[in-house]
């Protein structure tokens, strides 16, 4: 019995359940005097019944899951041989990972040791007890809130009145799982961040203009400088995202202006449609296409008016980038020119006003709370985007404003620092959270100087 099939269980039983409520307030309605006598509609008391068969089952799925593991492995370890339970926590962890790769199937060493392979018949025999535990207690739980719903529905129940309370509290409890995310992820990164600049100045990570994070694991190793400043990642990641969005935030907005305004019913049905499949391309795709095609248009394009441009730029980069989010722009814009009232339009045209003059004096501003966060959309893509720049831009750190040149941002050198088996004790891979830490100090910036604008304009045109 997996976990998938309790839940796919606990959704059949809790459509039952929804089934049986409505049929017994159905039930006691007939005998009652019809369904005038009900303070809530049949639908009310099916939907009550089913949440109360789902929503205290889920909380036990979820919490059953989460420490499962946990538990398992402390009894697998407790029965582990002496001499492996006396070995360090790192070590233990190893010899887990490999048990639960023996339980998995996933096989990365052809040597026979007999103690993992029963400790990985014990840790399967567990986990199917617990399994089967998990669905008898989902099965109980379900089959008692459908028996006590049944008994309790009567004429006075107030059905919709729960059934509204409960999605109050479904709601509270949704919203605040994202901020406990969102607070979590920022913690996380905050402290290995710390532990970074423990080993490397603050001042020397913010205002260093040379960045190579390669650290010297022997003391006679060579090659190794351990350089973190990180101004040459970000000149790089604001170089390409400004030329991305020098691309994206025209064309998208005119695309958008053009599309409301202007084309026709017949025009925008094929053209909107047409200009969003731009956003459904991988980006791998438009990596491959700007190193095979954009840049060395570029590079034959400079040689022939005699400029030095790299085989990798991030000119090249930031033009497909562009590209990629102009439906962003686009389609966020055009709805946005929408929803801006017609009676606007209308008094602006009375007045005096051509169309282009309502659509600059009237139109734009109306709507430009709503662009603002369309385009804040778009830079937000342009600066998480890694692949198109790996491909496009190059890896080198390098402290320019030339878009001829190479460079990378922010997110290809997390990935870079990230990328296989690191040891999270040294500067090499906890630079990589700092990195992270300053992004997302710089895109709060972002957003709190979009949501001024936004405001200040809401206030005006409302």
């Given at each position: 019995m997996t976990p998938q099939?309790?839940?796919i269980a606990?959704l059949?039983?809790s459509?039952?359940?929804y089934?049986?409520g409505?049929k017994?307030?159905m039930a006691?309605a007939?005998k009652?005097?019809?369904?005038?006598?009900?303070?809530?509609?049949?639908v009310?008391y099916g939907?009550?019944t089913?949440?109360w068969?789902?929503?205290p089952?889920?909380i036990?799925?979820s919490f059953?899951m989460?420490?499962?593991s946990?538990?398992?492995?402390n009894?697998v370890i407790?029965k582990?041989?002496e001499?492996?339970?006396?070995l360090?926590?790192?070590?233990?962890n190893l010899?887990?990972?490999?048990?639960?790769?023996?339980v998995?199937?996933n096989?990365?060493?052809g040597e026979d040791?007999?103690?993992?392979q029963?400790?990985?018949?014990?840790?399967?025999?567990?986990?199917?007890?617990s399994?089967?535990a998990l669905?008898v207690l989902?099965?109980?739980?379900?089959?008692?809130?459908v028996s006590?719903?049944q008994?309790r529905?009567?004429?006075?129940l107030?059905?919709?009145n729960?059934?509204?309370?409960?999605?109050?509290y479904?709601?509270i409890?949704?919203?605040t799982l994202a901020?406990?995310?969102?607070?979590?992820i920022?913690?996380s990164v905050l402290?290995e961040s710390?532990?970074f600049f423990k080993i490397?100045p603050l001042?020397e990570f913010?205002?260093?203009?040379?960045?190579?994070?390669q650290?010297?694991?022997r003391?006679?190793?060579v090659g190794s400088?351990?350089?973190?400043?990180?101004?040459p990642v970000?000149?790089?990641?604001?170089?390409?995202?400004?030329?991305a969005?020098?691309?994206?935030?025209?064309?998208?907005l005119?695309?958008?202006i053009?599309?409301?305004?202007?084309?026709?019913?017949?025009f925008r049905?094929f053209?909107?449609?047409l200009?969003e499949?731009?956003?459904g391309?991988?980006?791998?795709v438009?990596?491959?296409?700007a190193?095979?095609?954009?840049?060395?248009?570029?590079r034959d394009?400079?040689?022939?008016?005699?400029?030095?441009v790299s085989s990798?730029?991030?000119l090249?980069a930031?033009l497909?980038?562009?590209v990629?989010?102009?439906?962003?722009?686009?389609?966020?814009?055009?709805?946005v020119?929408n929803?801006?009232?017609?009676?606007?339009?209308?008094g602006a045209l009375?007045?005096?006003?051509t169309?282009?003059e309502t659509?600059?004096?009237i139109?734009?501003?109306?709507a430009?709370?709503g662009?603002?966060?369309?385009v804040l959309?778009?830079?937000s893509r342009?600066i998480?985007?890694?692949?198109?720049?790996?491909?496009a831009a190059?890896?080198s750190?390098n402290m320019?404003?030339?878009?001829?040149?190479?460079?990378t941002?922010?997110t290809?050198q997390i990935v870079?620092?990230l990328v296989g088996d690191q040891?999270?004790?040294?500067?090499?891979t906890?630079?990589a959270?700092?990195?992270g830490?300053?992004?997302?100090v710089?895109t709060?910036i972002?957003n709190?100087i979009?949501?001024?604008?936004?405001?200040?304009?809401?206030?005006q045109?409302e």
């Amino acid at each position: 019995m997996t976990p998938q099939t309790a839940l796919i269980a606990l959704l059949l039983l809790s459509t039952a359940g929804y089934y049986l409520g409505r049929k017994r307030a159905m039930a006691v309605a007939d005998k009652t005097g019809g369904p005038k006598t009900l303070h809530s509609r049949p639908v009310y008391y099916g939907t009550l019944t089913a949440l109360w068969c789902a929503v205290p089952a889920l909380i036990i799925f979820s919490f059953w899951m989460m420490f499962e593991s946990t538990v398992i492995s402390n009894m697998v370890i407790s029965k582990l041989p002496e001499s492996l339970q006396s070995l360090p926590a790192d070590r233990l962890n190893l010899i887990m990972n490999d048990i639960k790769n023996l339980v998995s199937g996933n096989i990365v060493s052809g040597e026979d040791n007999p103690a993992l392979q029963a400790a990985a018949d014990y840790y399967q025999y567990l986990r199917s007890i617990s399994h089967g535990a998990l669905f008898v207690l989902i099965l109980t739980l379900c089959i008692a809130a459908v028996s006590v719903l049944q008994n309790r529905i009567r004429p006075d129940l107030r059905a919709r009145n729960h059934v509204e309370k409960l999605i109050y509290y479904i709601l509270i409890a949704c919203s605040t799982l994202a901020i406990f995310t969102t607070i979590g992820i920022v913690l996380s990164v905050l402290y290995e961040s710390i532990r970074f600049f423990k080993i490397i100045p603050l001042h020397e990570f913010l205002f260093g203009f040379k960045w190579s994070p390669q650290m010297a694991i022997r003391a006679d190793q060579v090659g190794s400088s351990g350089a973190f400043g990180a101004i040459p990642v970000f000149t790089g990641t604001l170089l390409v995202s400004a030329i991305a969005m020098a691309v994206a935030v025209p064309v998208g907005l005119m695309s958008a202006i053009y599309l409301s305004e202007y084309a026709n019913r017949k025009f925008r049905a094929f053209a909107k449609p047409l200009l969003e499949i731009l956003a459904g391309i991988p980006t791998v795709v438009y990596g491959f296409f700007a190193a095979l095609v954009v840049s060395p248009i570029i590079r034959d394009t400079g040689a022939l008016i005699g400029l030095d441009v790299s085989s990798e730029s991030a000119l090249a980069a930031g033009l497909v980038m562009g590209v990629m989010i102009i439906p962003f722009v686009s389609s966020l814009s055009d709805d946005v020119i929408n929803a801006v009232p017609q009676g606007l339009r209308d008094g602006a045209l009375s007045l005096g006003s051509t169309q282009s003059e309502t659509i600059r004096y009237i139109v734009l501003p109306a709507a430009l709370p709503g662009i603002v966060g369309g385009v804040l959309l778009a830079v937000s893509r342009a600066i998480g985007e890694t692949m198109i720049v790996v491909m496009a831009a190059g890896l080198s750190a390098n402290m320019t404003l030339n878009p001829l040149k190479t460079v990378t941002t922010v997110t290809v050198q997390i990935v870079t620092l990230l990328v296989g088996d690191q040891e999270f004790d040294s500067p090499k891979t906890l630079a990589a959270f700092a990195l992270g830490l300053l992004l997302f100090v710089v895109t709060l910036i972002l957003n709190v100087i979009a949501l001024y604008v936004v405001r200040k304009y809401r206030e005006q045109y409302e």
